[in-house]
């Protein structure tokens, strides 16, 4: 049976090979992970969440933004962040500019 090792840390106990190549399968049966996106708006209007999502893609467009609507908000996210950490960061670059939330998403899976 085939195992997979963490390299950066040889006391972890080993998964199955098996096992992770399940996770990866299932990772892209749901089209992404959980990770976190900044919430930098909520609102009944969806015109101005439209508005609020364009502005913010004309001044950071390296950040990918999204509007959501779950009934009877539209919010605007931005960023596909893979940790907490990673988030935190974008917050503290755009903080001067948007007031926003850090939040748990299913996030794109992106290839590098």
């Known amino acids: 049976m085939k195992y997979f090792f963490y390299l950066f840390d040889k006391n ?4 199955k090979y098996d096992e992770f190549l399940k996770y990866i399968k299932l990772n892209k049966k749901r ?8 919430q930098i708006h909520s609102d009944t209007d969806r015109e101005k969440a439209k508005k609020i999502r364009i ?13 959501d609507h779950k009934e ?4 605007v996210t931005v960023g596909d962040f893979y940790t907490r950490l990673e988030a935190l960061k ?19 899976i992106t290839e590098d």
């Open 55 to 67: 502005s913010f893609m004309l001044k950071f467009p390296e950040i990918p933004a999204y509007l």
């Open 72 to 75: 009877p908000y539209f919010k």
């Open 90 to 108: 974008v917050q503290n670059e755009i903080r001067r500019r948007y007031t926003s939330y850090i939040v748990p998403s299913n996030i794109i």
């Open 31 to 38: 089209k992404g992970i959980l990770g976190w996106r900044l």
């Open 12 to 15: 972890i106990n080993p998964l």
